[in-house]
Nanobody, 123 residues
Framework: QVQLVESGGGLVQAGGSLRLSCAAS????????MGWYRQAPGKEREWVAA????????YYADSVKGRFTIFRDNAKNTLYLQMNSLKPEDTAMYYC????????????????WGQGTQVTVSS
């Protein structure tokens, strides 16, 4: 049963913006911390951003701090990643993850994982 579904990826020029979405079931959304990861070809999976279950804490990797924002719409059970000032090095498959505790999600200990959405940034 698919429980996390990402969308919003695409091709954009450097300096542009994209907004990724992650639709989740209501139970997952309300009870878990959630985050975003990315993986470029030939590279290891990289944590990007995370948000606590209650929404009070948000964390970002240094590589995206100041450019990316993680937020959610409770009414739609959807997590978002607003990506601004995109760079070619942001090119990757982006995945949504959910798990118990935001520190666990940041460390790769998640219980739910989506199928990914491709982001390509041209120079």
């Amino acid at each position: 049963q698919v429980q996390l579904v990402e969308s919003g990826g695409g091709l954009v020029q450097a300096g542009g913006s994209l907004r990724l979405s992650c639709a989740a079931s209501g139970t997952i959304f309300s009870r878990n911390a959630m985050g975003w990861y990315r993986q470029a070809p030939g590279k290891e999976r990289e944590w990007v951003a995370a948000r606590s279950a209650g929404g009070g804490s948000r964390y970002y990797a240094d590589s995206v701090k100041g450019r990316f924002t993680i937020f959610r719409d409770n009414a739609k059970n959807t997590l978002y990643l607003q990506m601004n000032s995109l760079k070619p090095e942001d090119t990757a498959m982006y995945y949504c993850a959910a798990g118990e505790g935001v520190q666990n999600v940041m460390r790769g200990k998640y219980d739910y994982w989506g199928q990914g959405t491709q982001v390509t940034v041209s120079s």
